[in-house]
């Protein structure tokens, strides 16, 4: 079992930055990829950026250019850095893995999510 911790959400003005943070931890033998998501109210939760265990990065139309992920392997902690943030930007928002343990690859589900409130 794996357990997710997401921090670094706040209150920011829009044009201001934020970094979330998610930290792994539990029976991880490696990690294959690690995603954001986001959820706003009344909305569906949806991919924001993902990265695979070769670096490999994948965006939302919306966020391109301005989020970036990345990833310390060695600690199994995956980032959000978020630039230029808008009032749309506003959510929960949460990590998840694609991990293998010694016992076979599974899906890590969702850690507690960070709220993010951008005000304009």
């Known amino acids: 079992q794996v357990q997710l911790v997401e921090s670094g959400g706040g209150l920011v003005q829009a044009g201001g930055s934020l970094r979330l943070s998610c930290a792994a931890s539990?029976?991880?033998?490696?990690?294959?990829?690690m995603d954001w998501y986001r959820q706003a109210p009344g909305k569906r939760r949806e991919l924001v950026a993902a990265?695979?265990?070769?670096?490999?990065?994948n965006y939302a139309d919306s966020v391109k250019g301005r989020f970036t992920i990345s990833s310390d392997n060695a600690k199994n902690i995956v980032y959000l850095q978020m630039n230029s943030l808008k009032p749309e930007d506003t959510a929960v928002y949460y990590c998840?893995?694609?991990?293998?343990?010694?016992?076979?690859?599974?899906?890590?589900?969702w850690g507690q999510g960070t709220q993010v409130t951008v005000s304009s």
């Open positions: 998840r893995l694609d991990y293998c343990s010694a016992y076979g690859c599974y899906d890590s589900g």
């Open positions: 539990g029976n991880i033998f490696s990690i294959n990829a």
């Open positions: 990265i695979t265990s070769a670096g490999t990065t």
